[in-house]
């Protein structure tokens, strides 16, 4: 039964997606292969949801931030070019200075422990795919490397893992 209902929903997303290609061929999703926009839009549904709960009520759903409170994640420099220390702070928080397109900001981001690895790697492709305008699948084993690395080195962890 399991089966019938994925193998509808498959065919569901198929036709979503293709019917979107068609009419619009010069999106950003363009250039992926099927099984990868069906991936893709199953992590940005979720990731949206997760993002919504937990994130967007200090970085605002539209990922533009708070004055000088909350860094924007829409269009962010620090977002592209730190991709292991964003991705880690998700579950384990991020403090002490940093320069987000060109603004200073210095206030803790509290971690949020109980996020799932995969949960980490959806709410992360949409962050990197809608406010950073590239498509971006974030997959559970490059969360996991990360995760599981030990970044004291470059950044100070408020909620180092045990
Ligand atoms: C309580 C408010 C708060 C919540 C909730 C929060 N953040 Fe943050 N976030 C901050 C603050 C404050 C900073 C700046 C940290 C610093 O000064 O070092 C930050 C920094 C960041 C940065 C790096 C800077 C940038 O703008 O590119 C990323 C990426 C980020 N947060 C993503 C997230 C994601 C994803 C979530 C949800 C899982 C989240 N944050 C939840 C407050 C928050």
Redesign the pocket.
């Given at each position: 039964m399991r089966g019938v209902v994925g193998m509808f929903l498959f065919l569901l997303i198929s036709i979503y997606f293709s019917s979107c290609d068609q009419k619009n061929k010069t999106n950003k999703y363009g250039h992926l292969d099927l099984r990868t926009k069906i991936r893709l839009r199953q992590y940005m549904v979720e990731g949206k949801r997760?993002?919504s709960l937990?994130?967007a009520?200090?970085?605002q759903a539209d990922g533009a931030?708070l004055a000088r409170?909350?860094?924007?994640?829409k269009n962010?420099d620090?977002?592209i070019s730190?991709r292991r220390?964003?991705i880690y702070?998700?579950r384990h928080g991020?403090?002490?200075?940093?320069i987000?397109n060109g603004v200073s900001?210095?206030?803790?981001?509290?971690g949020?422990i109980n996020?799932t690895d995969l949960e980490i790697a959806e709410?992360?492709t949409y962050?990197y795919t809608e406010f950073a305008d590239t498509v971006q699948i974030i997959t559970l084993n490059e969360v996991r490397t990360i995760i599981d690395s030990c970044m004291q080195d470059s950044i100070e962890i408020p909620n180092k893992k045990p």
């Open positions: 997760l993002y937990h994130c009520n200090c970085h931030g409170l909350y860094p924007p994640l962010s620090y977002l730190n220390e964003s702070g998700m991020q403090k002490g200075e940093i987000v900001f210095n206030q803790e981001m509290p949020i996020l709410i992360a962050v």
